[in-house]
């Protein structure tokens, strides 16, 4: 055997002679015969070898070429630079002070709140009492589940842990408040749930706000017991975010929702209490006043000889003065003769809707000749017609003063 490169290699000669040699006379089975088994394995491992050896040659060669690139020019056929390198930092860099509005994904929810991943280095936390204007005793009444994607903003810091908390309650309180803004300049009707009561009024939410609706600007004359966790229509007086100062006003709701009955509409009232100068209707909900001129005919010195409180009968209205949310009624002009709404009250209300046609015709005719006498005598004055007052408001003198008073305002935000 000779030896090459650490490779037992055996040499032509042998291999030949060990293939082609005769036979020794044995009794073993030919495929015994191992000089010619040996040397054909020994033949075979010289390619496998070579083979093994140049794939080393090439990977040792790739090594150092690699190496030396690196070490020359490192970013030599590179596309993302360090240019790009820095826009990708910039572009996550987080901004963590508190007031920043953040935007994340909630990845797990809890008794007590949320986990939100706000690709910051570390989860960001949303705790139930901040998770809506509104009461809640899970996140979930409030749509947070797993994957929602919401714009929160930062509260906090948690200390323990270097989590961030967040809100969505006080980026709900800006909507609200824009929200009652917008609705106090369209001058529309809201719901107010009332949710408790004071010396001076009564509370309602509207928009998830606390708003303040004084007493004298509830239309009907039932006790703050009376009103808790009942829906009032309410209209806004003032809307002053900076001094969380939200005041309602349900005399003005309830005018409006009446406005569709013209003068001379008949209505039926219930009898809500008495006064010297006359009795307060409740119509629907709106507090009407039957002035005590406005009986009958004939001269009523006592009120409580004709209604009682809780009496249900049939008026007519007169007027109604929206901006300050009264409503002027009358059963005189419904009496079929002077005199019966004291007698004989009952006929009074079954003639009602016959003596309010005939009272709206005669209304029409008298403002028709007002109209063509104002052509023709005085085009240039602004006539009205005047009877008795009954188609404009009540005076000052007539109406009992009702103030505003806002000293008891709670603030409207929590």
């Known amino acids: 055997m000779a030896s090459s490169g650490g490779l037992n290699c055996p040499l032509i000669s042998t291999v030949k002679t060990a293939t082609f040699s005769r036979r020794p006379r044995s009794n073993n089975p030919p495929f015994l015969l191992l000089p010619k088994r040996t040397s054909v394995i020994s033949a075979a491992a010289v390619p496998i070898s070579n083979a093994q050896t140049r794939e080393r040659m090439k990977l040792k060669e790739m090594f150092e070429d690699?190496?030396?690139?690196?070490?020359?020019?490192?970013?030599?056929?590179?596309?993302?630079t360090m240019e790009d390198?820095?826009?990708?930092?910039?572009?996550?860099?987080?901004?963590?002070?508190?007031?920043?509005?953040?935007t994340g994904t909630v990845f797990n929810i809890d008794a007590n709140?949320?986990?939100?991943?706000?690709?910051?280095?570390?989860?960001?936390?949303?705790?139930?009492?901040?998770?809506?204007?509104?009461?809640?005793?899970?996140?979930?009444e409030a749509g947070?589940?797993?994957?929602?994607?919401?714009?929160?903003?930062?509260?906090?810091?948690?200390?323990a842990d270097d989590s961030l908390i967040l809100s969505l309650r006080s980026i709900?309180?800006?909507l609200a408040w824009e929200r009652c803004r917008q609705l106090q300049a369209e001058d529309v009707v809201v719901k107010g749930k009332v949710i408790g009561a004071n010396k001076g009024g009564v509370v309602a939410v509207v928009e998830g706000l606390r708003g303040f609706v004084p007493f004298s600007q509830i239309?009907?004359?039932?006790?703050?017991?009376?009103?808790?966790e009942k829906e009032l229509p309410l209209k806004f007086v003032e809307v002053d975010e900076e001094q969380s100062r939200l005041v309602?006003?349900?005399?003005?709701?309830?005018?409006?929702?009446?406005?569709?009955?013209?003068?001379?509409?008949v209505v039926v009232g219930t009898v809500q209490s008495l006064k010297p100068y006359g009795a307060f209707i409740d119509i629907g909900g709106i507090n009407g006043l039957l002035h005590v001129s406005q009986i009958s005919h004939d001269r009523v010195s006592d009120i409580a000889t004709v209604l009682q409180p809780g009496d249900i009968?049939?008026?007519?209205?007169?007027?109604?003065d929206r901006e300050r949310g009264r409503v002027s009624l009358s059963t005189k002009k419904l009496e079929p003769t002077p005199g019966d709404m004291i007698r004989n009250p009952k006929l009074v209300f079954e003639k009602a809707e016959e003596m309010a046609q005939t009272f709206r015709q005669r209304i029409a005719q008298a403002e028709a000749m007002a109209r063509a006498d104002m052509l023709r005598f005085q085009p240039e004055s602004g006539l009205t017609l005047s009877s008795e007052g009954i188609l404009g408001p009540l005076t000052a003198s007539e109406l009992p003063a009702e103030g505003l008073d806002l000293g008891d305002i709670p603030p409207a935000e929590e």
């Open 248 to 265: 309602l006003s349900n005399r003005k709701a309830m005018a409006d929702s009446q406005a569709q009955l013209g003068i001379g509409s």
């Open 113 to 140: 709140g949320a986990l939100v991943d706000i690709t910051a280095k570390s989860s960001a936390y949303l705790p139930l009492r901040e998770a809506s204007i509104h009461s809640i005793k899970h996140v979930e």
């Open 144 to 159: 947070i589940v797993p994957g929602l994607r919401e714009e929160f903003i930062i509260i906090g810091e948690n200390e």
């Open 66 to 80: 690699a190496y030396e690139r690196c070490r020359t020019a490192p970013m030599e056929g590179v596309s993302f």
């Open 313 to 320: 009968l049939k008026v007519m209205i007169l007027s109604h």
């Open 219 to 228: 239309s009907s004359k039932s006790a703050a017991e009376e009103l808790l």
């Open 172 to 174: 709900q309180y800006d």
């Open 85 to 102: 390198f820095q826009i990708a930092l910039e572009k996550y860099d987080f901004n963590s002070e508190i007031g920043t509005k953040v």
